[in-house]
């Protein structure tokens, strides 16, 4: 089982400009999220973590499911703007 299947949500996904955006605008004063990266590092190298971090948050949504972990649900759609 792969995750949970979803409704089109209607959008194209995000661009690696819009994530290098968003993590240049990290507060550098917060401590890491569960995934332990360091806010500070990812702000000071948004070229370097932006492709990846784009492929991250596009997957979903072209592959119509979002991932297994309770965890994950939250962060995915506490961003989400209706």
Avoid: W, Y
Avoid at 9 to 18: C, H, K, R, V
């Amino acid at each position: 089982m792969r995750g949970t299947p979803v409704i089109e949500i209607g959008t194209s996904g995000i661009t690696q400009d819009e994530a290098e955006h968003k993590l240049l605008s990290l507060k550098q004063d917060k401590a890491p999220g569960p995934n332990v990266l360091h806010p500070k590092a990812l702000k000071e190298l948004p070229s370097v973590f932006g492709v990846p971090f784009a492929i991250i948050f596009n997957m979903p949504l072209h592959e119509g499911v979002l991932p297994e972990c309770k965890e994950c649900h939250g962060r995915i759609l506490k961003g989400c703007k209706s």
